[in-house]
DNA sequence: AGTTATTGTCTCATTTTGTGACAATAATAA
DNA sequence: TTATTATTGTCACAAAATGAGACAATAACT
């Protein structure tokens, strides 16, 4: 038998957001030999903290720390469990699934999104995948188990949260335009929005300090550049 | 050992708040011939849903089905891990320590909060407590492991729904006044409210249904009774 | 110097919210 | 019967927030 590592039953999935393109992406596995994708997860080991476990999971896929980081709902249904998925993907990457069968136990998980700035990330693919790549979220392969279901899920709490608090600066980089900072707004909320009336709103709410402007060589008016005034909104 | 029934390390906690005497209620349990206050949980059966197994424990504790249940945050800190309490209260309540050591496992805890119409409720302990009862959320026992921090949280996440949801209903009988639901959102809130303002913003919702004004008695003019349009707010 | 595309800001209309006023009314007191 | 009292439903007006457009300012190009 194994030697125990990891808590069992427990995994965690993570779903990556970043901004390129004007559209939003997030990070999607591809695991060795099967077809299969699935957003990146991972295990706790047994004397870690559940958050800890998942930030070093965003390291290793990521190559980055301190980021925003939000839990937003665990998934426990009993239809979770697919024992023949893992033991495919197992079997695929030569390992022993006799020594690994708390793996194929049911698992409930865990689910958190990220923000992150698209420019510093160095996808990173683990052990049991061939790659780790930003995706479209309208261009999204067909997800393993219900992981489909835990990227609409995190959508719809970033933009539950896009109102309360000013979380969409995070997918940008230190200094950006306003024009920008909107784009990301449209993306997340998936509509246009007006240009002034944003402008007006955002600048009110003081949480924006002006710099100088950011001379793009194109043949009209500069526009100012911006960063967010408080450090990790938490 | 013990037959397995129960997924290891997951637990879940519920926070069930009443509304009572204008004020915010949730129930506490009080362990047998120890002093521990605790939230009502439990576990989850190895083919059961979470969210099933929540409702089973809510079903025992209140009496009532279809409750108003909403999943808010998973707890896996390391420090969460107090085997010396679980050993405790065991041990108080006769058991063999031995037979349920799976129960001094390291544990993660995924809380829900419940709202309920506090007069349907009747408070049940379970096999390990001498009492399941109302608190005030301002005249809470000092509660163990975490758990304070679990109704913080929990109070936390019922406010900010409340902008967004009309979960306030659930926390009255079918039937109520404008005055009756104000006095909820300001026991939520913990703030006064604007009595024409609050009214105003209600009906114009469209969510409420006008009936019979409900004569109390009392010298002066009689309010309208409401009910909530939708069923089950979710 | 004129053109183009975009930006920052202003103005006015519309909608929402804050705040108080007031008549309506159910039971009680005179 | 007729005041009195406390509370309710609704209105009116003020203040604030938002929608929608106008327009001058301005980098770079023609």
């Known amino acids: 038998m194994e030697v125990k590592e990891y808590l069992s039953h427990i995994a965690y999935d993570s779903v990556i957001f970043g901004f390129s393109g004007n559209k939003l992406k997030i990070l999607i596995m591809k695991y060795h030999n099967t077809g299969f994708f699935a957003l990146p997860g991972g295990f706790v080991r047994l004397d870690e903290d559940l958050n800890t476990a998942v930030r070093r999971g965003l390291k290793e896929r990521t190559g980055l720390d301190n980021i925003y980081l939000e839990q937003f709902y665990t998934f426990g249904d009993v239809a979770r469990f697919q024992p023949g998925v893992m033991k495919t993907i197992l079997e695929a990457n030569g390992h022993d699934v006799a020594e690994n069968h708390w793996m194929l136990d049911r698992f409930i998980s865990i689910a958190y999104y990220a923000l992150i700035n698209y420019d510093k990330v160095v996808p990173t693919p683990d052990a049991l995948s061939d ?47 306003m024009n ?55």
Chains 1, 2 share one sequence.
């Not at 790549?133 to 992981?147: E, F, R, T, V």
């Not at 609409?152 to 109102?163: V, Y």
């Open 131 to 177: 790659s780790c790549d930003w995706y479209a979220l309208d261009k999204l392969p067909p997800l393993m188990q219900d992981h489909q279901q835990i990227v609409e899920k995190a959508l719809q709490t970033l933009r539950d949260n896009l109102e309360r608090k000013l979380v969409g600066v995070n997918l940008l980089p230190p200094l950006f335009t």
């Open 180 to 234: 920008e900072l909107q784009k990301v707004y449209e993306a997340i909320l998936g509509e246009k929005l007006r240009r002034t009336t944003f402008q007006r709103k955002m600048l009110s709410l003081n949480f924006l300090q002006r710099h100088d402007k950011q001379y793009s060589g194109k043949a009209h008016k500069a526009p100012f550049l911006y960063s967010f005034k408080q450090e990790g909104v938490e």
